[in-house]
């Protein structure tokens, strides 16, 4: 298979971590007889010092002309004090996400067997623990008209919803039930929320083209509290735009292993694949940020081309760098630190 | 002191509980020379089936010329299935917080040594946790214009703040960070919504006034992250309605003892006080509920009355009650478990 991958390393650790993701890709494409062809791109803070915007035409055009998007992290400290700057690095990931229709975030939680008594949890509470959260990432409160009124004194917010769009996402949501537990939960705040009316109202009506998968609605206060009680108890959650970015990064924490945790946005034409983390500015150009997010969303890309047994081979290289203890400081544990690069040259010639 | 209590027992569990906890404060009354009268009044499930509304304005008037309100738990199965019933027992309650004008929710968070490992957080992780998070009630997306366009395939719902909500409910939050460690973390989304910029904004705004307080800011999405992997760093957390509606139920599971977590819900005039667990519907009529949430409410109402020796006594005679065992099912861990009455008149022969 020829595949165009578009490259955005981004800001901080992001440059870091995507060069191993690229190195195991290539050593895929190698051993699987594929070729890839990578076309770096500009975004988040890099971008807007370099041509004055985090998402430029040109970046938007390399992408909607790709593949698959591949991509690091963004964010720099020197943003961080100043929401009301004028540009942003997260602009661009909203504009990203808008103008490249990535309607579904894909967030898959599971434990390492070797890392999970890392987790704040108990180990009875999460072992086994395998669910997917599948955050609308288009729509909602994220992308409604806002603004101030009142000389400035007030300030609001819409939350939009349409039925295509709550349609769109469910549709995925139950096909990914249908090929895990058959268990799909629809989160909401119902008893407020319009808009959450009708998530539950068109989540029902597609309840009989799926007869085999049970459904759920839940409250997303009482999810929140659910999902570190018993996290084994989910197994597919959709959910709209806000609620999402809550329980998602919520959900991190039961592996105890957020630099291992991959990611997915799912669009019409083309998606987009990065690790949960973020740029981790302290550790930019150390050498020291933990690749293995990264290289596991790389592993989410060729799933969804249906290449299985190249994510696979990814998915066991990473295992068993975790099972010799290749790692980076971050999992080493008073044993042998590896940098970035050893991990990535190694699962590269592990492959 | 003469005080006059409207009493609003509620559905399920409530009546039972809410027995327990005027056995108690009768008995610091008697004790402690006050004098108080209660006042029942309908609300919920209950006030649905009599007189056709959750929250009638009989009881309104009973609340509004009352000292306090302690208040049970509403809610029942009937409703729950049917979102978009014309009249529910929760918009009882939001149209009770809007009458009374009950702005800040206040839920202290804590753990109970002898509970510490019903948690599903690890000891280490929880032991000493001792945060307050205050949310805003009476504003947000829960009070906003909401509605359908396009023939119903449209919802929307609008997220709205004035400044002076978000002084009223920080200043609250900066007095008591006064009276504790002096932190406080304003959780927000500045990075995507006008109202928590305006959150911000008025915040930063305030901080002159409060020189000895440490203030903070930071993103929902990450707070759902770093409450149940470092609860000790919190101390005073002030949030919207909707941040703070998933917040602190998430927050509820640090104890690992949600029967026992308190709650009040503080307006300029007159306050509510109450267990932050629901009406239980299951457990409803059997004697076997776990009273010591309400109880604990009560001692939140003695408080802030300045009734710290009634407030402190309550709070002993719960401690000895849990380190005698004289507890309900939920806590008895195969030792005898004690009826819901039994606790309560254990617990007032005790004060
Ligand atoms: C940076 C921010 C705008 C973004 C979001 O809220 O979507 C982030 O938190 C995420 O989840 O990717
Ligand atoms: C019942 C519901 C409307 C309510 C809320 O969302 O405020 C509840 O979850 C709460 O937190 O008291």
Same mark, same amino acid.
């Given at each position: 298979?020829?595949?165009?991958?578009?490259?955005?390393?981004?800001?901080?650790?992001?440059?870091?971590?995507?060069?191993?993701?690229?190195?195991?890709?290539?050593?895929?494409?190698?051993?699987?007889?594929?070729?890839?062809?990578?076309?770096?791109?500009?975004?988040?803070?890099?971008?807007?010092?370099?041509?004055?915007?985090?998402?430029?035409?040109?970046?938007?055009?390399?992408?909607?002309?790709?593949?698959?998007?591949?991509?690091?992290?963004?964010?720099?400290?020197?943003?961080?004090?100043?929401?009301?700057?004028?540009?942003?690095?997260?602009?661009?990931?909203?504009? =990203?996400?808008?103008?490249?229709?990535?309607?579904?975030?894909?967030?898959?939680?599971?434990?390492?067997?070797?890392?999970?008594?890392?987790?704040?949890?108990?180990?009875?509470?999460?072992?086994?623990?395998?669910?997917?959260?599948?955050?609308?990432?288009?729509?909602?409160?994220?992308?409604?008209?806002?603004?101030?009124?009142?000389?400035?004194?007030?300030?609001?917010?819409?939350?939009?919803?349409?039925?295509?769009?709550?349609?769109?996402?469910?549709?995925?949501?139950?096909? =990914?039930?249908?090929?895990?537990?058959?268990?799909?939960?629809?989160?909401?705040?119902?008893?407020?929320?319009?808009?959450?009316?009708?998530?539950?109202?068109?989540?029902?009506?597609?309840?009989?083209?799926?007869?085999?998968?049970?459904?759920?609605?839940?409250?997303?206060?009482?999810?929140?509290?659910?999902?570190?009680?018993?996290?084994?108890?989910?197994?597919?959650?959709?959910?709209?735009?806000?609620?999402?970015?809550?329980?998602?990064?919520?959900?991190?924490?039961?592996?105890?292993?957020?630099?291992?945790?991959?990611?997915?946005?799912?669009?019409?034409?083309?998606?987009?694949?990065?690790?949960?983390?973020?740029?981790?500015?302290?550790?930019?150009?150390?050498?020291?940020?933990?690749?293995?997010?990264?290289?596991?969303?790389?592993?989410?890309?060729?799933?969804?081309?249906?290449?299985?047994?190249?994510?696979?081979?990814?998915?066991?290289?990473?295992?068993?760098?975790?099972?010799?203890?290749?790692?980076?400081?971050?999992?080493?544990?008073?044993?042998?630190?590896?940098?970035?690069?050893?991990?990535?040259?190694?699962?590269?010639?592990?492959?």
């Amino acid at each position: 298979m020829k595949l165009n991958i578009a490259l955005l390393a981004g800001d901080g650790i992001g440059p870091e971590v995507i060069d191993q993701a690229v190195k195991v890709c290539d050593a895929i494409a190698g051993k699987y007889n594929h070729e890839i062809n990578w076309t770096p791109a500009l975004t988040g803070a890099i971008a807007i010092d370099t041509v004055g915007e985090p998402y430029p035409d040109e970046t938007h055009e390399i992408c909607a002309n790709s593949d698959a998007v591949l991509f690091g992290a963004i964010g720099h400290p020197k943003f961080d004090n100043d929401p009301s700057a004028k540009v942003r690095p997260e602009q661009g990931l909203l504009k =990203m996400r808008q103008k490249l229709g990535l309607f579904a975030n894909v967030r898959p939680t599971f434990t390492f067997p070797s890392l999970i008594d890392k987790s704040p949890l108990k180990r009875e509470r999460i072992e086994g623990t395998d669910l997917i959260i599948l955050r609308e990432l288009t729509g909602g409160v994220y992308f409604g008209e806002r603004g101030r009124k009142d000389n400035g004194d007030t300030a609001f917010d819409t939350m939009t919803y349409q039925r295509f769009e709550i349609q769109r996402l469910a549709k995925k949501g139950f096909e =990914m039930a249908m090929k895990r537990s058959k268990k799909l939960c629809c989160v909401d705040k119902a008893n407020v929320l319009e808009a959450s009316r009708l998530w539950r109202e068109t989540v029902q009506t597609m309840e009989k083209d799926y007869p085999e998968v049970e459904v759920s609605y839940e409250f997303v206060d009482a999810v929140a509290m659910r999902l570190v009680q018993w996290p084994k108890d989910y197994d597919v959650i959709i959910t709209a735009n806000l609620f999402g970015d809550i329980l998602t990064d919520e959900a991190s924490v039961i592996s105890g292993s957020m630099g291992l945790m991959p990611s997915s946005s799912v669009g019409s034409k083309v998606s987009l694949y990065e690790p949960i983390h973020g740029s981790y500015p302290q550790a930019a150009g150390k050498d020291i940020a933990n690749p293995l997010a990264t290289v596991l969303s790389a592993a989410m890309l060729f799933e969804d081309f249906d290449l299985t047994q190249e994510a696979q081979a990814i998915r066991d290289v990473v295992n068993k760098s975790l099972a010799k203890g290749i790692v980076t400081e971050d999992l080493s544990d008073g044993g042998k630190a590896y940098k970035t690069s050893e991990v990535g040259n190694w699962l590269a010639a592990n492959i």
